[in-house]
């Protein structure tokens, strides 16, 4: 595994290092000359959010980041205000914004929920997926298994994003995809944050597998019962991993 000190790195970054590695991130970013300010500013702290180029329990300027966006302070301010109903930073007045920690008890809460939506999800797609759709899940799969090859555990963790997501798209259930996507942010953060804390994903691949051999074999009632256990046990590892971080 890689050396474990990239959330000490985190922590130890001064905020204008964290403002350089924002700027460099926004140059690596698509879609964005298309969009008006506000929804601009709103993409762009939101993904540097959620990928840890804003860590959590940092506090900024909202003067400095506007700055570094190269706009005004007032669509900034508004991205920060919708940002703060998502529960991703709390606005503190006279003094900027604070990116919200990762705490274990939010967590725990979060997987709770998730582990009986996405077994609901799972068990949804199993009756709308076919063969084709189905390959796609296969295809994630063999890329995570080449992540893991190159202990590329960042690249690992967007594609396991992606494994879940495609089977809660294919469960034709808008409303269950908008609950999920609440939490989607949280979850993939806490993976990030805590990936060279915990052991190698190798499990999640094997039940990565059985998820899509039941699906295959249109076992609705087994691929619920995998998916709830996996994420059950991701849960505890992630949970240990976020323990021994704050430890």
Request: with cysteine.
């Amino acid at each position: 595994m890689k050396e474990r000190n990239e959330n000490t790195s985190l922590h130890s970054l001064t905020n204008e290092q964290i403002l350089h590695n924002l700027s460099v991130f926004i140059s690596k970013m698509d879609d964005l000359d298309e969009m008006r300010f506000p929804q601009k500013a709103y993409t762009i702290i939101k993904k540097a959010v959620r990928n840890l180029i804003l860590p959590p329990g940092k506090t900024f300027l909202e003067r400095e980041v506007a700055e570094t966006l190269e706009m005004s302070r007032t669509p900034v301010r508004e991205a920060l205000v919708r940002l703060e109903m998502e529960d991703a930073l709390q606005i503190i007045p006279r003094r900027g914004f604070f990116i919200e920690p990762i705490e274990r008890n939010d967590l725990s809460d979060i997987y709770q929920m998730v582990a009986a939506l996405d077994g609901l999800a799972i068990e949804l797609s199993t009756d709308y997926m076919n063969d084709e759709e189905v390959s796609k899940l296969d295809a994630l799969i063999n890329s995570q298994e080449e992540a893991l090859e190159k202990e590329d555990f960042e690249e690992w963790a967007i594609l396991d994003d992606e494994f879940h997501n495609t089977i809660i798209k294919f469960s034709k259930n808008d409303n269950l995809n908008k609950v999920i996507e609440n939490y989607t942010d949280k979850l993939y953060k806490a993976r990030l944050y805590t990936i060279n804390y915990r052991p190698s994903p190798a499990m999640s691949i094997v039940e990565h597998k059985a998820m899509v051999a039941c699906i295959r074999a249109k076992d609705k009632k087994a691929a619920k019962m995998v998916m709830e256990s996996h994420r059950k046990r991701a849960q505890q590892e992630i949970l240990n991993a976020l323990d021994e971080i704050n430890n």
